[in-house]
């Protein structure tokens, strides 16, 4: 049975990844208005696993005895100023994300809910690849800087890396 302290806490995490997933909603169709289809299905995709993440603690709090809640979502924001403002974006909140789960997992030892504590390293490790995957587009789009080429081959690589991993969702959650 969770206390109502951890209760209290994932049901806030819930509402960061229902967040994360509408914020990665927001980029995905805004590059697709800008004709950047590869970024666009890669963001789409990112969005339906922060759904998954989201959900993933829900389904943990209602198994333990707590509730978990359906969070309320604010609007994000609709305009990206470019391609690098987005991944930018993208790494500034993956790892405002990893530092939540980081204080999450801290609360877990102080209460000495071991079981909560070992359920979250697989977000821990999550978190580790996502600001690792930010940071490694970031540095290619620094590569490219403003050149047009460049951008049209890196929309197409993101297509092909989210096409590869297509399927995954279901595996991650
Ligand atoms: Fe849920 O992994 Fe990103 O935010």
């Known amino acids: 049975m969770l206390s109502k302290k951890i209760e209290a806490a994932l049901n806030e995490q819930i509402c960061l990844e229902a967040e994360s997933s509408q914020f990665y909603l ?11 289809n590869g970024i666009a299905q890669f963001l789409y995709k990112h969005s339906d696993e ?10 943990y709090v209602n198994e333990r005895g707590g509730h978990g809640l359906v969070p309320l ?3 994000p924001t609709k305009i990206f100023k470019s391609v ?11 790892i405002k994300v990893s530092n939540e789960i980081n204080k999450l997992v ?3 030892l102080k209460e000495k809910d071991y079981t909560t504590h070992n359920f979250l390293q697989w977000y821990v490790s999550e978190q580790i690849e996502e600001e690792a995957l930010a940071r490694q587009i970031l540095d290619k ?18 297509e092909g890396l989210a ?5 995954g969702v279901d595996e991650k959650a």
């Open 73 to 75: 979502l604010k609007q």
């Open 141 to 158: 789009l620094k590569l490219i800087g403003g050149e047009k080429g460049g951008l049209y081959l890196f929309d197409r690589d993101l």
């Open 50 to 59: 922060e759904r998954m993440h989201s959900l993933k603690l829900m389904k």
């Open 106 to 108: 801290d609360i877990c």
């Open 26 to 36: 927001a980029m995905a169709s805004w590059a697709e208005t800008q004709g950047m």
């Open 84 to 94: 690098k403002n987005v991944f930018e974006t993208v790494l500034n909140h993956e």
């Open 163 to 167: 096409a590869a991993e297509a399927g």
